[in-house]
């Protein structure tokens, strides 16, 4: 059976002058994803921080790339509550939106783009355990995790905003496609 690449949306996401900080995969919580629940095992993505180039884009949008682990505009660390990042937002047109959206707090959060290497089922819930971590994106749709929220940081303070509950499909669509 081929790997199928799998996508997660999240609402984690900190807006501070070009740069965006945030959750792009938490540890330990279990999604009702509609046709299953899963969890992801903290270290999932250890292996593809040590060995893999791991893009930033938009929407799940290849055309929109906002950073990359290879050249240190974004930057991946696996904390025991998360898969945490540090994005460097290029001053281009995707990074200028993808700002005033986490600024609004419109951004739906982020989300991340994988391939599960090894998994188990525990009370019906699939468990990740492992997976190959090829990219994170900023949405504009809602999160998979309904637990998590968007801030937008703005001197020193945080604004929260409720993150949105829908998926938007369409991205999904383009960014499989090129798969």
Same mark, same amino acid.
């Given at each position: 059976m081929t790997p199928r690449l799998e996508t997660r949306f999240l609402?984690?996401?900190?807006?501070?002058?070009?740069?965006?900080?945030?959750y792009a995969a938490r540890y330990g919580v279990v999604a009702d994803l509609g046709t299953f629940r899963e969890?992801?095992?903290?270290?999932?993505?250890?292996?593809?921080?040590?060995?893999?180039?791991?893009?930033?884009?938009?929407?799940?949008?290849?055309?929109?790339?906002?950073?990359?682990?290879?050249t240190k505009t974004l930057t991946l660390n696996d904390e025991p509550e998360g898969l945490a990042f540090d994005l460097s937002v290029p001053? *281009? !047109?995707?990074? #200028?939106?993808?700002?005033?959206l986490a600024a609004r707090g419109d951004l739906g959060g982020a989300s991340i783009g994988f391939i599960v290497e090894e998994?188990?089922?525990?009370?019906?819930?699939?468990?990740?355990q492992r997976a190959a971590l090829f990219e994170i994106s900023l949405v504009s749709a809602g999160p998979a995790y309904a637990q *998590? !929220?968007?801030? #937008?940081?703005?001197?020193?303070?945080?604004?929260?905003?409720?993150?949105c509950k829908t998926p938007r499909l369409n991205a999904l669509r383009r960014f499989l496609e090129t798969v």
């Open positions: 609402a984690e996401t900190k807006a501070s002058g070009r740069r965006l900080v945030g969890r992801i095992e903290p270290g999932a993505f250890s292996a593809s921080l040590e060995s893999r180039d791991i893009l930033a884009l938009f929407d799940h949008d290849p055309g929109r790339v906002l950073g990359r682990t290879k001053d *281009t !047109t995707a990074g #200028a939106d993808a700002l005033a998994e188990k089922k525990e009370s019906g819930v699939r468990v990740i *998590t !929220t968007v801030e #937008a940081r703005r001197r020193g303070g945080f604004l929260v905003f409720s993150p």
